[in-house]
Every structure is written in C-alpha cells, then in structure tokens.
C-alpha cells in the first residue's frame, strides 16, 4: 500500500502501562498513577448524581452541535455560541486544525520541548516542522517569530507548557500576537487554564476578540476531571469557527460527555477547590526540591518537572516498582527529569517519601 510517507516515521502516542498490568507485573495492591494530569479528586458530585439518573438513547447520535453544552459554556465564558468550536478532547482539536491549515507546501512553528500532539498531527498533513527551543523552560516567542516564512499557516502556543509548567505573561503574548501576520493562526493551548495563579496571566478570551487570527483551547480532562469523556473547545471569532467546523467529523463528541460538560461548569466550586488544593500539593513538592536541592520549573499547572540529574528511566521504574507511576522526562524531552503530577496530600507524601528513599540509596554514586 502507497501509505503516506511520513506515516512510517511515526510512533502512536505511548500511555504507558495500565495500573492492572502495573498491578500484576510487581505484585502490588495500590498503585498511584501521577502520570497523566488527571485530577486526584475526580469530577464534580454533581456530574456524577446527573449521570446517574440520565437515561441515554445510546441507539441515537448525539446532538452533533452540542447545543446544551454550547448554550451553557456560551454563558459561562460570555461569548456568542458561534464563537465555539467542540472537540473529542482538545487533542480533536489540535487534530482538526492541522487538517484544516496544514499541507506540504505548509510550516507550521512550535516551542521544543511542548506537548506532542503539535508536531505529530504536523507530520500526518505533511508539513514542515519548525521547533523553536525554549529558553529557561519558557517559549522564545521573539524566535518564533523570526520563524515565520512564507508558508507558514499556524504557529502553536502551549501557555502553561507541558512538560515545563511554565507560562507567558500577558505583556509578551499582546507584543507577539501585534507581530504575527493576520494570515496565520496562532492556536493557544490552554488546557491548565484553571489551575493557573500567576496574576499578569492573560484573559486569553478577551484576546479573541482584538487578534482575529487567534484560537484558545481548553479543555474538561484536567482541572474538571472528565478526561475519560473526551470534551474539549476551541474559542475564537465566527470566522475562524466557521472555516474550520467543516473539518469536524459531525458527532465527535458523545452524549455523555455534553451532558457531563454542561454539568460540571455549573460547580465551579469544585474547580475553585480543586485549584487551592492543587497549590497546596505543590508546596509538598517544592519544599521536597528546596531540602534536596533539585532544580525545577515554577509551575502555573496540576504537574511539575524536577530535574533529578540521573537518568529520568531509572527514576521511572523505581517508582514504578512501588506503586507510584510517573512520567519519565525521557520521552518529554528532559532525559534527566521526571514530570510528577500533583496528587492528594496523602499521595503527594507517598511519592515523595518514595523519592527521598531513591536519593539517599544513590547519595554519592
Ligand atoms: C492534556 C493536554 C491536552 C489534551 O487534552 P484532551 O482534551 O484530553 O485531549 C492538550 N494540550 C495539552 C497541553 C495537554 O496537556
């Protein structure tokens, strides 16, 4: 078969093993998984008392423009309905984008390291990749910028980054989006959104409204704790939402998901709680980095990067042998590093404990 060509250079996304498999291999009854961003304490209450009494025609397509959902998050962010876009997570979106914009005789510009799905989707539509550094774990906007070519269509943001937490100030990202030329897209990802503290953040949705060749994404996998349920959107001006809806498969996200989306904007009580006890859980680790004088990234997100200065595997696989499973920093990009994600205090302890146990069994080698 005559399979795209760069098709062949690529590897699916690796999630790593399952807590069963985990489980079964080292004999373990608890296992912790700090791996992927999800959230400690679930979803809100209130999605799960709706869900339960939700009696789904799972024969019929959902409701392919997610009016509820759309009507509610509309609302909620005070924007029109048509400045929306939905997606099966944001990694649909990042998906849909890429289709829509990205071609052979296309460039498209990120920051390295950052999230992968950027650069994987880039390769599938066949376009150039042109992965700029980041410089003290931040985005160099200002090479970004010098990035920018003729071909270039769509130039992506990760703020807060993922894998380094960091995030861009709101004067640096007003100073980049004055530069870019309105032809490009310039996509923000937002998916630690809620988590974010640092005050001179910006309101990336009053943005839209100034950059017309801006798109924000956000997502209910992280802070809302629905990652199983796939909701994602994409905010920017009807222009944009129109081009691009074509681009989306008609029933991407399912019934279930719209109604657990919907619900769970209505707690932000929840999120607000989530957010305080996320800092909290931060602190353990960033008084664990301080006594042991391990390096890391400030982070504005629910995961941090510590720099352990050993091979980030080796850190892997003696958490994983006790119950505790991470992300090695070898595949994000920081072969010595490890990226944690926050837990409840109780587990925040566990992990650490194990960390402490690691440190003093290596101390001098
Ligand atoms: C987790 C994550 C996503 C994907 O979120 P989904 O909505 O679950 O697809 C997108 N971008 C970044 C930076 C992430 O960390």
Same mark, same amino acid.
């Given at each position: ?121 880039? +390769? ?6 042109? %992965?700029?550094?980041? =410089? #003290?774990?931040?985005?160099? *906007?200002? !090479? ?96 944009? +939402? ?6 989306? %498969?008609?029933?991407? =996200? #399912?019934?279930?998901?719209? *109604?657990? !989306? ?104």
């Amino acid at each position: 078969m005559r399979w795209k060509e760069q098709l062949l250079t690529l590897t699916p996304y690796q999630p790593g093993k399952s807590i069963e498999a985990v489980k079964r291999q080292f004999n373990l009854e608890r296992i912790v998984k700090l791996a992927s961003n999800e959230n400690p304490f679930g979803c809100s209450a209130r999605v799960l008392s709706t869900l339960q009494t939700y009696q789904p025609s799972l024969a019929l397509y959902p409701d392919g423009y997610a009016t509820k959902l759309r009507e509610t998050l509309a609302e909620f962010l005070e924007v029109d309905a048509d400045e929306l876009i939905f997606g099966n997570g944001s990694d649909n979106l990042i998906q849909i984008i890429s289709r829509a914009l990205l071609h052979s005789d296309a460039s498209t510009i990120m920051a390295s390291p950052t999230f992968s799905q950027y650069k994987h989707n880039a +390769i599938i539509e066949g376009a150039i990749v042109k %992965e700029i550094p980041l =410089v #003290n774990g931040d985005h160099d *906007l200002d !090479a970004m910028l010098g990035a920018i070519d003729e071909q270039t269509n769509v130039i992506w943001v990760c703020s807060p980054n993922n894998p380094t937490g960091t995030y861009i100030p709101e004067y640096k990202l007003i100073s980049f989006l004055e530069k870019v030329p309105s032809h490009i897209l310039v996509v923000v990802d937002e998916a630690y959104f809620e988590y974010v503290v640092a005050e001179d953040y910006y309101d990336s949705i009053k943005l839209t409204r100034q950059y017309e060749n801006l798109i924000v994404l956000r997502t209910f996998s992280k802070i809302y704790g629905l990652a199983s349920l796939r909701v994602g959107y994409g905010v920017a001006n009807r222009a944009i +939402i129109k081009a691009l809806e074509p681009a989306r %498969e008609p029933f991407n =996200v #399912n019934s279930i998901g719209q *109604l657990a !989306a919907s619900e769970a904007i209505h707690d932000q009580e929840f999120v607000t709680d989530c957010k305080e006890k996320n800092r909290q859980g931060l602190e353990q680790f960033y008084l664990f980095c301080e006594e042991n004088q391990l390096s890391y990234y400030p982070t504005q997100t629910n995961f941090i990067l510590i720099d352990f200065k050993v091979d980030g595997d080796l850190i892997f696989q003696y958490l994983q042998e006790r119950g505790y499973i991470v992300r090695s920093g070898k595949a994000l990009g920081f072969p010595k590093a490890v990226r944690i994600t926050v837990g409840s205090s109780e587990q925040n302890e566990g992990v650490l404990k194990v960390l402490s146990e690691f440190l003093e069994a290596n101390r001098g080698n």
